[in-house]
């Protein structure tokens, strides 16, 4: 026996035929076929679990079967674009289709299938997807559909807001400004579909001002109603959870995520020193009489009363606080 040490290359294989002869050493026709089968076992070990290529895309794309098979797709751009898959059906089952994106601005990729549709970690199905920087989506064919296999990024939590230390990567800051409806499509989705004078209003009356006090400045606008769209303005606001029925907060308007509640002091009674026996402190100089250093009214013989408590404080009621930024995932 002679040791064989296999090649990394995908090798033809034969069959005898009846008319070839047995022939063994390093180059005999009888390990031909013995060859082949162990140099295609070692392309295939070298390749396990990596891809054929890794392609940069800097542009509108659309998948080639024959000629992206295996590929890593990384999607650098500067602006929207779109990447094309193919029809599921047109390849093996399980044939995975991998992106990643790179993008130097607030942008965004659409991956749209050419025929069947993607289906999502939430089971439901769609014919488009969104990519901003930095994400990642791995697609499985299978049959008529894709799979989504891996989809990391905020592909399903567009829309949550939080409190952060510093901008994160694919948030906006929520301080009322607008933006371009096609560079955040999940974003403008999920304002899109809150409810009408609620979560979402038009231009006109997000600016509006009833009575002086600035009702609708925490939901979304619908900007010039096709292009844009405008952010909350949640600046300097504190969260507070909806009531929902408890009977605790019901000053709110619209009662609704993004509802405006005004500062407010409970109602509560102040117990004042009587002071009808005293009166003003005497300054130096005053012409009338006085008992204990305090002012006589004037026009009648008793003590003043006061007719306010007063405390001087800040510009606002509130409590004690730590500043966060106001973002929101797009």
Not at 261 to 286: F, W
Request: with cysteine.
């Amino acid at each position: 026996m002679i040791q064989y040490t296999p090649q990394d290359s995908f090798t033809d294989s034969d069959i005898y035929d009846l008319t070839d002869l047995v022939i063994g050493g390093t180059n005999g026709v009888s390990n031909t076929p013995i060859k082949a089968l162990l140099d295609r076992t070692q392309y295939l070990y070298n390749r396990l679990g990596r891809y054929d290529s890794v392609k940069t895309v800097t542009g509108a794309y659309s998948y080639d079967i024959e000629a992206d098979a295996r590929s890593l797709f990384v999607v650098s751009l500067t602006d929207n674009s779109v990447f094309t898959l193919p029809d599921p059906s047109a390849l093996p089952a399980g044939t995975p289709i991998s992106l990643r994106t790179r993008y130097s601005a607030i942008k965004a990729l659409t991956v749209q299938c050419s025929a069947g549709q993607i289906v999502g970690d939430d089971g439901v199905a769609v014919s488009l997807m969104y990519m901003h920087t930095g994400e990642r989506l791995r697609l499985v064919a299978n049959g008529s559909i894709w799979e989504v296999d891996l989809a990391d990024g905020n592909f399903y939590t567009a829309g949550e807001s939080f409190g952060g230390r510093k901008q994160m990567l694919n948030t906006a800051v929520l301080n009322g400004s607008t933006y371009n409806r096609a560079d955040m499509p999940r974003l403008t989705s999920f304002g899109l579909s809150l409810t009408t004078g609620q979560g979402i209003v038009d231009d006109i009356t997000w600016f509006s001002n009833p009575g002086g006090v600035p009702y609708y400045r925490g939901l979304f606008s619908t900007g010039n109603g096709t292009t844009t769209m405008r952010l909350p303005d949640e600046r300097a606001m504190f969260d507070r959870y909806l009531d929902m029925g408890r009977g605790l907060d019901n000053d709110r308007f619209p009662n609704a995520p993004g509802g405006y509640a005004a500062d407010l002091i409970k109602s509560h009674t102040l117990t004042v020193e009587n002071m009808s026996r005293r009166g003003y402190p005497k300054q130096s100089g005053d012409r009338y009489g006085t008992q204990n250093n305090y002012f006589i009214d004037k026009d009648q013989d008793n003590w003043y009363k006061p007719l306010e408590v007063r405390y001087d404080g800040g510009g606002e009621t509130r409590p004690k606080s730590i500043g966060k930024i106001p973002l929101i995932r797009y």
